[in-house]
């Protein structure tokens, strides 16, 4: 795919939506981190039930080391893997307040370094929270990459990297917002809605569905 035609789906997207964010319910770093860490595995609908009596009680590190594991899992306990959640969230917590003065850290490596925050939660803090272009690759978004053929590889780092070459730049703190957007309601896994789709004709994908 030339850049042209890159241009040419993000100026689509752009225009179709010219201001999107996560549909994760947050209104600050610590909430957007914990909300993103319990995304893992997990809808957004699922962690927005959860956090919606989670965080009227503990939207700051020393609360939620004050509810501890017990009361922590009682609010989470509907969402996938949360016994391991339960104890990488406090465990994040202690660390936010012993190295970083309760504050959520604005750079990867100090993100990478919490328990149970990775790569692509490092990535939707910096970008959705701090407003850097990264973009954070999930699922959806590696899909769409490769099926579109905006930017094929065969892992998700590989992937990252080619957005991030590619993306033009004016868009590119948009970018992950648009892609994710578009494969969880447009190009789906299973059928992906072409007939509905915003970038039909510039799509390399061979399957269209009619």
Avoid at 118 to 125: D, I
Avoid at 169 to 177: G, N, P, V, W, Y
Wanted: proline share 6%; aromatic share 6%; hydrophobic share 40%.
């Amino acid at each position: 795919m030339n850049a042209d035609r890159r241009r040419a789906i993000f100026l689509r997207l752009q225009a179709a939506n010219p201001k999107p964010t996560t549909e994760l319910n947050f209104r600050d770093p610590f909430e957007l981190l914990i909300a993103v860490m319990l995304s893992a595995q997990a809808t957004d609908k699922s962690v927005n039930l959860a956090t919606a009596t989670l965080f009227p009680l503990a939207n700051t590190p020393e609360r939620m080391l004050t509810l501890g594991e017990d009361g922590l899992k009682a609010h989470i306990r509907r969402i996938g893997l949360y016994q391991t959640k339960a104890r990488n969230i406090l465990a994040t917590c202690q660390i936010l307040l012993d190295k970083h003065g309760g504050a959520v850290p604005r750079d990867r490596a100090s993100l990478e370094a919490l328990p149970g925050v990775g790569r692509k939660t490092a990535n939707v803090v910096l970008n959705t929270a701090f407003g850097e272009p990264t973009i954070a690759v999930d699922t959806h978004i590696f899909r769409v990459a490769n099926r579109t053929g905006l930017a094929p590889g065969r892992t998700v780092l590989e992937v990252e990297n080619k957005l991030s070459r590619h993306v033009p730049r004016e868009f590119r703190l948009d970018a992950h917002h648009w892609l994710i957007l578009h494969g969880r309601y447009v190009c789906k896994a299973r059928k992906p809605d072409c007939p509905a789709c915003l970038i039909h004709d510039l799509c390399d994908y061979r399957d269209k569905t009619p």
